[in-house]
């Protein structure tokens, strides 16, 4: 706060506590001051008591020295102690009208914001400045305080005599008003001991020019006769009148009058009068120094005199424990003395005469606090205080506690405790309770009103708010004062505003003033609540307590003793709020947070403006209420029918603009918060008669689910098409958020349109562009929530914009609801960063345009549960209801492997009967090698009408697509859904549809799309596992186990068909004995079958090596993926898959047919995407179909057909795609080989960082392969034995097999003998063999060094020997293999860390040696 705010607080208590001079003059001093403006002589030199510099040294009480620097007086013309009548409410009520009248119109003070309370403002604005009324009243309240028994500041401390030399005997007319009554008046009330002062001056009037020659002889007189307490003035030197000053002077020299009558006289009625006419700037200096002469010469001195005698005659009062004990014995003792002191006044109360000790002790702390003196002063006063609490004279004892707080706050002393808050408070206390004056609260808002100034002085605002809410509320206008200035207070205390207890105190102060008939004042507290309570989110939550701190080194805790009445006051504002419902304080500040405050709030100044005819300000109080959901129920029906009222008399007013009754109307629909409709919750809905979402959306060339278009890319501002004619329907969301209930009537849509293009309809209103209906009537209950559509049918081509709803509340009140919703945030620019800029908001609009495609798309029997494995049949029809044919429709599935698509038919063309997914077939082929398309395509998109299937990319699958579709024509698809796995499913189905002249862009990736959306359920049926066991006949063949379990508790399955499929395995039974009866699972029950994994061609083992074969494929497409600057672009050959299939009843199941194959197909890409995309995260997907084929050589692909039995009629399938026999493929590290020919890729830095993570990824995955399995085989046929003697000698043929596609091995091969193995199990050998050791051995050479290309054989010829025909195992054997080394580019990281190996059998390897 300025040092100028915080002087003036204190100036303003030593102002009204400064020294009076009874200030008498002859006649020719009253014409002399009359010709200049003035009533008297007191007026002429009231500017120049104040702010008297002094600059002086004088003693206090005790003697001490101290500096004066400079006082202040005031001049008086009659002194009198009038026993006047106390102030009456109507008194004070008229005060403060007039003070709030001579101020501006009230407005906000500068911390109440827009958007709350501003806190800088709050913390550093002086609090003075925020009602300037409040200052009017405070000084003219204590400026007006009458001369009373009690205290003597208003006795004048000197009588200044001024007579005029002009008069004939100037001696004469000064000593007839020294014998003056008014003289006689201040001398009864004299000091004990002491004489008058009195101030002799001669006055000097300029205009009486003859006079000047003897002026000075006149005043030679009046000194000899009276002394040097005499003075010469001379005035009125503007002897020319208006003609010598000019008037800049004349107005400032009438500026210091009219500055000190505003200071103190604010209410006087300002006029234009001119003061000091006659009077230059050499006549105010002369007058400011013969005030100050005066003062420094004679008043100060005098007083001084005064203190010092009564300082001596009060001395026995004064000098301690010894002279109290006496007075106390005087006291109780003698009787006589108090009747001697005392009396009792008109008023009952119990005074001091004038002589007595205690009114000296009075006299002497009041002289000594009117020269500054506040610690002597203070200590006198609580000797006098003692001794007027002893007597009871409480009138005395008040004025004494008073001016002890005053002394102490004054003289600035810091203490560790707030004595002064509990004497100011005893004070108050005793003028309001003990006294029996009427003057009592009079005295005691002066004692409140100083110590609020002397608190601001300090800055100690944490009591501000008890000490005014302690002053006596004896009228409406000051309480509410009092309240106003308590909730200032509040934004003062502490480093944050406390805005909860300003916004409670300021709603006090508005009652009060609304009491007091002060409605503009009761509107701006109310005003000021409504705003600060919008802050109340942002104040930290503070408690309640009576606990404070104070500012600086002064802390104390304070404990209202008018807690009590506090309370009361909040309970009767509760009621307030209620308006005749019981409402508590609690349920007001606890429960609803501060809602039914908001709501007196808005009613009260809504009816304020009601009644100022301010109707347009009313509907925004009263529009405020309605959106207050807990709001009592009787009170939101109050509400509701004084806003209908206030609709239906602002109706019937005419609206005018001048004069002080100025009607304000409000025109057009009313925006209100009832009904609730979230215009987020709207829902714009093409052809609502049809199921589905209806929008414009983006199909993707990956395949992936079409989206909704993103802003520019697709070139469209627009998501939402329709076509002219199409019925559009909006559905809104209304809720009522008040607990009564509502009625809406006539309820429609506010729309813009805008014209496409040149057309002829660019000029065309909404009216004839658009039909849109009209709901009559909506009934909403209390808090119930419905929803309402309204239809728009547009009829021109352009695009329409919804900007909000209309209706009739209650069948009387327009109203609109906006419904328009800010876009997305700009933060292109630095402007857009720095303010809050949205893009226009396309949400809830649409495009109509008449060459957009109009079908009537219709998805019928979508099952809702399946059983895993069956197939259901569902029917998919388009129609095109439109006018323009249809060129392009596809269709999306979100579960490929869920769906199968049959081809179109034209509806009229269903003469050929559907056969179904499952075709029969009685010869069903055990082995057929049948080539396939090996393409790994995204099965997801059909086209089914048009022939831009490249317009999809390649993964589009086309099912014999139609040409077009013409209008009025339609077609069925018919859709197998299957329950591919278990668990609950979202299918989702996209139908999207172009036309060829569409407005929106040609190209098949935009359409307009029907989604559609089921929830499946698949419950289990069959359980089916696969295993795999090595054979014992061959290391290359495998044994392949399908077990099968019946997981229905009621239904057996008869298992109809296995089929396996692979590019190098042919599967055969391992036993033909499962005839139909045994191929029947019961409930519950399962059943085993073993299959033989066997190369097809055991001759043809290099093929795989060729350039066509699928791992070739990949190894140069991964190849060129990483070194070439070229990515890949081909696909894959076709490849020869062989067909095993195993048949247990009469008639099997065609694999072949087109619908199976490419169901099968979708299942198989559906898996082999997958694993690619958790074995090579680092290769993008759309990559996948041009580097990886759909089938590999070695990879087996199983299906299970069955039908259920029980009349259910359910058939289905399970699969079980890639299985893995356990053989090592790593033919991918091939290509991490650099190609021989060609220019290497230049890399970049960022791009080797990628191509080195994935080399190191495939490397990785291809040596944990090879280190987990085998990477030779060794195989051993025996051919016929011979007899040679005793023995019988065959012929056997050893053949190592290489699985590696990348190394070649230079081998060892150690046959080894049953009685050789013990020197080989000493050596470490882990060989497990448990036949007769003589029972056979090898002939001739045993050892074989030779080599084996990658993926190759090796064949190697031995003998045997044994002694009788039969089955042995000749599963011994050692295979020291090395990886052959080629120098390539291989980075290290693709290296092996382990090439080297030594093999044993890792089973037995049984062989028949039979005869010839």
Not at 733 to 759: M, Y
Not at 1363 to 1381: E, N
Request: proline share 5%; net charge negative; hydrophobic share 40%.
């Amino acid at each position: 706060m300025p040092r100028a705010s915080l002087a003036q607080k204190k100036d303003f208590v030593t102002k009204a506590f400064c020294p009076r001079i009874l200030a008498l003059a002859s006649a020719g001093v009253q014409d002399a001051c009359a010709v200049n403006g003035f009533d008297s002589f007191a007026d002429l030199l009231s500017p120049f008591g104040q702010d008297v510099l002094t600059q002086i040294t004088i003693q206090d009480g005790q003697g001490a020295p101290y500096f004066l620097d400079k006082i202040n007086v005031r001049f008086t013309t009659d002194f009198v102690i009038e026993k006047s009548p106390a102030h009456s409410s109507s008194d004070v009520d008229s005060l403060v009208k007039t003070c709030a009248a001579a101020c501006i119109e009230p407005a906000n003070p500068s911390f109440v914001g827009s958007d709350g309370v501003v806190l800088e403002a709050a913390i550093a604005d002086d609090i003075s400045t925020w009602a300037p009324w409040y200052t009017l009243f405070r000084q003219q309240w204590v400026g007006d305080m009458q001369a009373s028994e009690h205290e003597t500041f208003m006795i004048p401390v000197a009588c200044l005599l001024v007579a005029s030399g002009s008069e004939a005997d100037p001696i004469g007319a000064l000593r007839a008003l020294q014998a003056s009554a008014a003289v006689q008046r201040v001398l009864t009330c004299g000091d004990g001991g002491t004489k008058m002062l009195f101030y002799y001056m001669l006055l000097h009037d300029g205009r009486d020019t003859a006079a000047l020659q003897t002026i000075d002889l006149q005043f030679d007189q009046v000194r000899k006769t009276f002394g040097q307490n005499s003075a010469l003035l001379k005035i009125n030197t503007n002897t020319d009148l208006l003609g010598a000053a000019d008037a800049s002077e004349r107005v400032k020299i009438s500026s210091i009058w009219s500055s000190d009558i505003a200071a103190t006289r604010p209410l006087v009625a300002h006029t234009d009068t001119s003061y000091g006419e006659m009077l230059t700037m050499r006549d105010v200096a002369a007058l400011r120094d013969a005030v100050k002469l005066m003062l420094v010469r004679s008043v100060v001195p005098h007083m001084q005199y005064v203190i010092r005698v009564l300082s001596d005659q009060t001395a026995s009062e004064r000098r301690g424990i010894t002279g109290r004990l006496f007075s106390a014995g005087r006291r109780y003792l003698n009787t006589s003395s108090k009747a001697e002191n005392t009396y009792v006044g008109a008023d009952g109360e119990v005074y001091y005469r004038h002589k007595s000790p205690e009114a000296m002790l009075r006299r002497l702390a009041d002289c000594s606090f009117m020269l500054k003196d506040y610690r002597f002063a203070q200590s006198v006063y609580q000797i006098a205080r003692r001794d007027f609490q002893s007597e009871k004279a409480w009138m005395c004892y008040a004025g004494a506690q008073e001016m002890i707080g005053v002394c102490k706050l004054l003289w600035e002393v810091q203490t560790t405790k707030a004595e002064f808050d509990s004497i100011f408070e005893d004070a108050v206390l005793t003028y309001t309770h003990k006294t029996r004056t009427p003057r009592r609260y009079s005295l005691a808002v002066r004692c409140t009103v100083v110590y609020y100034e002397l608190l601001k002085h300090h800055r100690f605002y944490v009591f501000a708010p008890g000490a005014l809410l302690r002053g006596p509320a004896f009228s409406a206008s000051l309480t509410a004062l009092l309240n106003e200035q308590a909730a200032y207070s509040y934004l003062k205390v502490g480093s944050r505003p406390n805005v909860r207890k300003f916004a409670f105190y300021a709603m006090l102060a508005s009652q009060s003033y609304q009491k007091a008939g002060m409605s503009d004042l009761a509107s701006c507290c109310l005003r000021m609540v409504r705003v600060s309570l919008k802050s109340r989110s942002q104040e930290p939550l503070r408690v309640d307590s009576d606990d404070e701190k104070d500012h600086g080194k002064l802390t104390a805790e304070i404990k209202s003793p008018t807690r009590a009445s506090m309370d009361e006051k909040a309970a009767a504002l509760g009621a307030a709020t209620g308006d005749g419902v019981n409402m508590d304080k609690t349920s007001v500040t606890a429960k609803t947070k501060w809602a039914a405050i908001d709501s007196y709030i808005n009613h009260e100044l809504g009816r304020q403006s009601m009644a100022a005819h301010n109707f347009d300000e009313a509907f925004q109080y009263f529009m405020a209420l309605m959106g207050d959901e807990k709001t009592p129920p009787k009170l939101q029906s109050k509400y509701l029918q004084e806003l209908l009222q206030l609709f239906l008399e602002s109706s019937d007013q005419p609206a005018t603009g001048d004069g002080s009754n100025s009607v304000v109307k409000h025109t057009g629909p009313i925006e209100l918060s009832i009904p609730s409709i979230d215009p987020q919750l709207v829902r714009i809905i093409m052809s609502p008669e049809l199921e589905g979402e209806d929008a414009m959306l983006e199909w993707r060339l990956d395949g992936s689910s079409p989206s909704k278009l993103s802003g520019g890319s697709s070139g469209l501002q627009q998501t939402r098409f329709c076509s002219v004619g199409e019925v559009v329907a909006v559905l809104l969301v209304v809720t009522n958020p008040l607990v009564i209930g509502v009625t809406l009537n006539n309820l429609t849509l506010e729309c813009a349109f805008e014209a496409a293009g040149d057309s002829a309809a660019a000029g065309a209103s909404v009216d004839s562009a658009l039909d849109i209906s009209t709901v009559t009537t909506v009934i909403l209950e209390g808090e119930q929530t419905t929803m309402v559509t309204v239809q728009i049918t547009p009829r021109r081509a352009g695009s329409v914009s919804i900007l909000g709803a209309k209706y009739l509340l209650c069948d009387i009140l327009p109203t609109f609801k906006s419904l328009v919703l800010p876009g997305r945030r700009m933060n292109d620019t630095k402007e857009q960063r720095m303010s809050v800029v949205h893009t226009p908001d396309t949400t809830l609009g649409f495009s109509v345009s008449s060459d957009l495609p109009r079908l009537e798309i219709t998805v019928d029997d979508l099952p809702d549960t399946l059983m895993s494995g069956s197939m259901h049949r569902a029917c998919l029809r388009v129609a095109n209801s439109g006018e323009l044919p249809c060129h392009s429709v596809a269709m999306w599935v979100s579960h490929p492997s869920f769906v199968g698509v049959r081809p179109p038919r034209l509806c009229g063309d269903e003469d050929e009967e559907d056969a179904g997914m499952y075709v029969s077939w009685p010869d069903v082929a055990k082995h057929e090698r049948i080539q396939v398309p090996n393409v790994l395509r995204d099965y997801s998109t059909f086209v089914l009408v048009g022939q831009q299937a490249d317009a999809l990319g390649s993964s589009a699958h086309c099912v014999e697509p139609l040409i077009s579709l013409g209008p009025g024509e339609a077609f069925t698809v018919p859709i197998w859904i299957r329950g591919d796995r278990v668990g609950a499913h979202t299918l989702s189905l996209c139908i999207g549809a172009n036309s060829a002249a569409a407005a929106v862009p040609k190209d098949l990736t935009v359409m307009r799309s029907r989604r559609f959306e089921v929830d499946l359920l698949v419950t289990p049926s069959l359980r089916v596992n696969a295993f795999v066991r090595p054979s014992t006949r061959s290391p290359r063949e495998r044994l392949l186990g399908v077990e099968v379990e019946n997981m229905h508790a009621e239904l057996s399955v008869q298992l109809v068909q296995t089929t396996f499929t692979s590019g190098f395995y042919e599967l055969v039974p391992v036993s033909n004995s499962l005839g139909p009866r045994k191929a029947l699972v019961g409930p519950r029950q399962s059943i085993s079958m073993v299959y033989r994994a066997r190369p097809h061609d055991m001759t043809q083992s290099d093929r795989l090596l060729r350039a066509d074969s699928p791992e070739m494929f990949a190894v140069r497409a991964l190849r060129q993926f990483i070194y070439s600057s070229e990515k890949p672009a081909s696909t894959p050959g076709a490849i020869d898959l062989i067909y095993s299939n195993n048949v247990f009843t009469d008639e099997g199941i065609d694999c072949k047919h087109h619908s199976l194959q490419s169901y099968i197909m979708r299942s198989q890409a559906h898996r082999r995407r997958n694993t690619l995309r958790s074995g090579y995260p680092l290769i993008p997907d759309k990559y996948h179909s041009v580097m990886f084929p759909l089938f590999e050589s070695f990879g087996i692909d199983f299906v299970l057909f069955w039908s259920q039995i029980g009349g259910s009629g359910r058939a289905g399938h399970h699969s079980i795609s890639g299985i893995d026999l356990g053989v090592p493929h790593d033919y991918l590290v091939e290509g991490l080989n650099p190609p021989t020919e060609g220019a290497a890729r230049t890399w970049l830095s960022d791009t080797m960082h990628d191509r080195e993570a994935l080399i190191h990824s495939i490397a990785s995955r291809s040596e944990a392969a090879l280190r987990s399995e085998r990477p030779l085989d060794v195989t051993i046929r025996v051919d016929a034995a011979q007899k040679s003697g005793p023995l019988h000698v065959a012929d056997v043929a050893v053949s190592v097999f290489n699985h590696s596609w990348r190394y070649g091995y230079q081998f060892t091969l150690d046959l080894l003998s049953p009685n050789e193995l013990d020197e080989f199990l000493v050596e470490g050998a882990k060989i497990d063999y448990s036949g007769s050791r003589a029972a056979w051995s090898w002939l001739g050479e045993t050892s074989y060094s030779a080599s084996v290309e990658p993926h190759g054989l090796t064949v190697l010829h031995a003998r045997l020997s044994c002694y009788a025909p039969g089955t042995i195992d000749v599963a011994l054997w050692r295979l020291q293999a090395s990886a052959s080394m080629e120098p390539t580019a291989v980075p290290a990281v693709a290296s092996s860390r382990n090439l080297d190996c030594v093999l044993y059998p890792a089973q037995p390897h049984f062989v028949h040696v039979g005869a010839i």
